[in-house]
């Protein structure tokens, strides 16, 4: 017979089940976009390796990214629906990172029972939030490029804490060995990226704290590692011409940008915090953390965290506020502007990840403890949480994928052809249709069809023969001239 929890628990699991399959079934429709290209012909003309050194020297000190961007780039090989699988295997590779760390703190090194399941569904839940609230998921979810440079340093990143606390708390026979395997994903967070190279500073602090005595020697070896990483890809010239670029001392709030980085780095964090769908998200995160907290924990969980010191837990929040400050510090610093939306989405999931963990230790603290059949009554309530999934992404999701997606595949197919049979013929120019879709905001961004705060890239062709999209494809696909006309007939037959 099923119980009232039982029920409860099933309709939260089919609801998020709901929520995240959408996103995960858009992939299966997605197609290369801009530096997807551009990295594929750069490698085409600089070779596999030659690339490696010009990109080093002219735009990126990201030597990792750079090498997955062009060497594991299906578009290089001219394989362009090898993004899906890419994509898809990224995301379940994001997956297991969120709940390998989950179960490693709560259950190797907290010693509370937290099965494997526990931490799937509680990553599912987090997922589900953060692609229900992101303002820009494309960039996170289905952008080739977007995908290395962003969601694969932040795995990294989570992977890097996991092992690391298993090299320290884990069985003993497996702490060197954990160790080891920490160094590979320390290099490709530190070196991936500038925001997960500053993030990876307060997490290696806290371990440089919390680790036992006879775990320290691991923790100067990864401090060593991240440290001749880092300058590596801080060295590389390439950085500083992009720096320059992209933020240039002309710019008149550059020259000042020292005196007002505190007040600006907390006004972004602030206004980045109050945008309702971030907010609604992070108390959900809080709650739920809160709920596996008062359900997983063991007496000796409860008693190991009760006895901490209270310069653990100031140790601990001066870590956890470092974390979530970085990002906004470094936008603030480099561009003189709130993070790029590629950026916030990094930034909001790491931030749902890192407060559900810390609900699940306050929820150990006995005056909080205390709370928890109260807490329990209304367990019912958790399944507002649905209420989220009807204002965000998620139902603009499931339409996209019903009535777009498919329609999108066909358009990017059918322009494939036609570009390939026209440098075939030596073709001069090649005039395509703009991409014509009932909606399109999600996979396949538009500006007809998305808030222009939340614009951060249109994937289609600029009307005419000019644009950034119109001469990467020309590029790719040897076409001297590519054009768009919005009065060129359909080159989709519909029925």
Same mark, same amino acid.
């Given at each position: 017979?099923?119980?009232?929890?039982?029920?409860?628990?099933?309709?939260?699991?089919? =609801?998020?089940?709901?929520?995240?399959?959408?996103?995960?079934?858009?992939?299966?429709?997605?197609?290369?976009?801009?530096?997807?290209?551009?990295?594929?012909?750069?490698? !085409?003309? %600089?070779?596999?390796?030659?690339?490696?050194?010009?990109?080093?020297?002219?735009?990126?000190?990201?030597?990792?990214?750079?090498?997955?961007?062009?060497?594991?780039?299906?578009?290089?090989?001219?394989?362009?629906?090898?993004?899906?699988?890419?994509?898809?295997?990224?995301?379940?590779?994001?997956?297991?990172?969120?709940?390998?760390?989950?179960?490693?703190?709560?259950?190797?090194?907290?010693?509370?029972?937290?099965?494997?399941?526990?931490? !799937?569904?509680?990553?599912?839940?987090?997922?589900? /939030?953060?692609?229900?609230?992101?303002?820009?998921?494309?960039?996170?979810?289905?952008?080739?490029?977007?995908?290395?440079?962003?969601?694969?340093?932040?795995?990294?990143?989570?992977?890097?804490?996991?092992?690391?606390?298993?090299?320290?708390?884990?069985?003993?026979?497996?702490?060197?060995?954990?160790?080891?395997?920490?160094?590979?994903? /320390?290099?490709?967070?530190?070196?991936?990226?500038?925001?997960?190279?500053?993030?990876?500073?307060?997490?290696?602090?806290?371990?440089?704290?919390?680790?036992?005595?006879?775990?320290?020697?691991?923790?100067?070896?990864?401090?060593?590692?991240?440290?001749?990483?880092?300058?590596?890809?801080?060295?590389?010239?390439?950085?500083?011409?992009?720096? $320059?670029?992209?933020?240039?001392?002309?710019?008149?709030? %550059?020259?000042?940008?020292?005196?007002?980085? =505190?007040?600006?780095?907390?006004?972004?964090?602030?206004?980045?915090?109050?945008?309702?769908?971030?907010?609604?998200?992070?108390?959900?995160?809080?709650?739920?953390?809160?709920?596996?907290?008062?359900?997983?924990?063991?007496?000796?969980?409860?008693?190991?965290?009760?006895?901490?010191?209270?310069? #653990?837990?100031?140790?601990?929040?001066?870590?956890?506020?470092?974390?979530?400050?970085?990002?906004? /510090?470094?936008?603030?610093?480099?561009?003189?502007?709130?993070?790029? #939306?590629? $950026?916030?989405?990094?930034?909001?999931?790491?931030?749902?990840?890192?407060?559900? $963990?810390?609900?699940?230790?306050?929820?150990?603290?006995?005056?909080?403890?205390?709370?928890?059949?109260?807490?329990?009554?209304?367990?019912? $309530?958790?399944?507002?949480?649905?209420?989220?999934?009807?204002?965000?992404?998620?139902?603009?999701?499931?339409?996209?994928?019903?009535?777009?997606?498919?329609?999108?595949?066909?358009?990017?197919?059918?322009?494939?052809?036609?570009?390939?049979?026209?440098?075939?013929?030596?073709? !001069?120019?090649?005039?395509?249709?703009?991409?014509?879709?009932?909606?399109?905001?999600? /996979?396949?961004?538009?500006?007809?069809?998305?808030?222009?705060?939340?614009?951060?890239?249109?994937?289609?062709?600029?009307?005419?023969?000019?644009?950034?999209?119109?001469?990467?494809?020309?590029?790719?696909? !040897?076409?001297?001239?590519?054009?768009?006309?919005?009065?060129?007939?359909?080159?989709?037959?519909? #029925?």
């Amino acid at each position: 017979m099923l119980t009232s929890s039982r029920i409860l628990r099933l309709l939260l699991r089919l =609801g998020l089940v709901l929520a995240l399959a959408p996103f995960a079934a858009l992939m299966a429709f997605n197609h290369p976009f801009f530096d997807d290209y551009r990295t594929a012909y750069w490698t !085409h003309e %600089h070779g596999l390796w030659g690339m490696q050194q010009w990109f080093y020297l002219t735009w990126s000190g990201r030597f990792t990214s750079t090498f997955f961007m062009t060497v594991l780039n299906p578009v290089t090989y001219g394989w362009l629906e090898g993004v899906r699988p890419a994509v898809f295997l990224v995301f379940g590779l994001q997956w297991a990172s969120i709940a390998f760390l989950l179960r490693t703190i709560f259950q190797t090194v907290l010693r509370a029972n937290f099965a494997w399941s526990a931490g !799937h569904w509680a990553t599912a839940l987090l997922l589900a /939030l953060f692609c229900n609230a992101t303002a820009a998921p494309f960039s996170f979810l289905y952008w080739f490029c977007g995908v290395v440079v962003y969601q694969l340093t932040l795995l990294s990143l989570l992977t890097f804490a996991a092992l690391a606390l298993r090299a320290g708390w884990g069985p003993a026979a497996s702490q060197w060995r954990c160790a080891g395997w920490a160094c590979a994903p /320390l290099v490709l967070a530190v070196a991936g990226n500038e925001l997960t190279m500053l993030q990876a500073v307060p997490v290696l602090a806290l371990l440089g704290y919390a680790l036992p005595r006879a775990a320290r020697p691991k923790w100067w070896l990864w401090l060593a590692v991240a440290g001749a990483t880092a300058a590596a890809a801080v060295l590389a010239p390439g950085n500083w011409l992009r720096v $320059a670029a992209t933020a240039p001392p002309t710019d008149p709030l %550059h020259a000042y940008r020292w005196l007002v980085l =505190g007040p600006r780095t907390a006004y972004s964090m602030a206004l980045f915090l109050m945008q309702p769908l971030n907010a609604l998200s992070l108390v959900a995160a809080a709650a739920a953390g809160l709920w596996l907290g008062f359900g997983s924990a063991t007496s000796a969980t409860a008693r190991l965290v009760a006895g901490w010191p209270r310069r #653990h837990w100031g140790a601990l929040l001066l870590a956890f506020g470092a974390l979530h400050t970085v990002g906004f /510090l470094l936008f603030r610093y480099v561009l003189v502007g709130p993070p790029l #939306h590629r $950026a916030r989405n990094e930034i909001l999931l790491l931030m749902l990840v890192t407060v559900l $963990a810390l609900a699940w230790l306050v929820a150990q603290l006995p005056a909080v403890a205390q709370l928890a059949p109260r807490f329990r009554r209304f367990a019912p $309530a958790l399944v507002a949480l649905a209420g989220l999934f009807v204002v965000g992404n998620v139902p603009v999701a499931w339409r996209e994928l019903v009535t777009a997606a498919a329609p999108f595949d066909a358009q990017m197919q059918a322009r494939y052809s036609l570009l390939r049979a026209g440098a075939g013929r030596g073709q !001069h120019t090649v005039t395509l249709p703009p991409l014509r879709l009932p909606t399109a905001r999600l /996979l396949m961004p538009l500006r007809q069809f998305t808030p222009p705060r939340n614009l951060e890239f249109d994937i289609d062709l600029t009307p005419g023969c000019d644009g950034n999209i119109n001469d990467v494809t020309e590029r790719y696909f !040897h076409v001297p001239n590519v054009c768009c006309d919005p009065q060129a007939p359909d080159i989709v037959v519909r #029925h």
